[in-house]
Nanobody
Framework: QVQLVESGGGLVQPGESLYLSCTASGSIISINAMGWFRQAPGKERELVARIITYGSTDYADAVKGRFTISKGDAQNTVYLQMNSLKPEDTAVYYC??????????????WGQGTQVDVSS
């Protein structure tokens, strides 16, 4: 079973920055995509940013130019640098990873979520 552990959420003022991290553990043979989604109260979960196999990235239009996703050297960790935060970025941020375990079973795992609040 693949587990994802997130860290780095918190309360900040508009214009400030936060840095999220997520590490995947378990019997993983490959991770094809890893990234971040968010869900604000009363809204559906949406993609924020993700890294796909071979390093290509995908960002939501709302965060382009402000957020940067990157992977750690171990390839099972993903980071999200969030700059110039806005109140509309307030949400629970979830890490997601898709890939294969050592038994060649596909996985699509989620972290427990970390709260990001942007408020003055």
């Amino acid at each position: 079973q693949v587990q994802l552990v997130e860290s780095g959420g918190g309360l900040v003022q508009p214009g400030e920055s936060l840095y999220l991290s997520c590490t995947a553990s378990g019997s993983i043979i490959s991770i094809n995509a890893m990234g971040w989604f968010r869900q604000a109260p009363g809204k559906e979960r949406e993609l924020v940013a993700r890294i796909i196999t071979y390093g290509s990235t995908d960002y939501a239009d709302a965060v382009k130019g402000r957020f940067t996703i990157s992977k750690g050297d171990a390839q099972n960790t993903v980071y999200l640098q969030m700059n110039s935060l806005k109140p509309e970025d307030t949400a629970v941020y979830y890490c997601n990873a898709v890939g294969y375990e050592t038994n060649f079973r596909a996985f699509d795992s989620w972290g427990q979520g970390t709260q990001v609040d942007v408020s003055s």
